[in-house]
């Protein structure tokens, strides 16, 4: 019987992955400044959120930018306690989806609310973050 040799290695890899941002840097730029915007595509008008470097719907490359405002409705959520490895190193957190202007669902994390208060229907607003090496995020807060 052939065995075929097997091969292990116990260092440590770290993957780095650049990911093109061009066409969605202004999203990125405005979350610094503490503005959640997106994109409507000019040619159908489908609004997508996150923003789309092409529209989903009618795969068009032209797209304006929309302010989708700061102030958020929580649609549903879940408090995860048994974190996946990736965010072994935190705390108890919540994830939720609340409803933004235009009908938008948008996901992220829910802080300064405990499981057991928070509602379906409470109203939330979005806030700009930046991670300790400086990328932007958002999360909701009660508003």
């Not at 052939?2 to 993957?15: F, G, I, K, N």
């Not at 610094?32 to 008008?45: D, P, S």
């Amino acid at each position: 019987m052939d065995e075929s040799p097997q091969l292990h290695s116990r260092r440590t890899l770290s993957l780095r992955f650049d990911i093109p941002i061009s066409k969605t840097r202004e999203f990125w730029d405005a979350l610094r400044e503490g503005k959640l915007i997106t994109t409507r595509c000019t040619k159908c008008g489908n609004v997508s959120f996150p923003p789309q470097a092409d529209c989903p719907k009618c795969m068009g490359a032209e797209f304006e930018w929309i302010d989708l405002g700061t102030e958020a409705s929580l649609v549903t959520f879940t408090h995860v306690r048994m974190a996946p490895a990736s965010f072994a190193g935190n705390d108890d957190y919540t994830i939720a989806i609340a409803e933004v202007k235009d009908g938008l669902k948008v996901l992220a994390w829910l802080e300064g609310v405990e499981a057991e208060s928070a509602k379906p229907g409470m109203k939330l607003r979005i806030e700009a973050r930046a991670s300790k090496e400086g990328n932007p995020y958002y999360v909701f807060v009660p508003a």
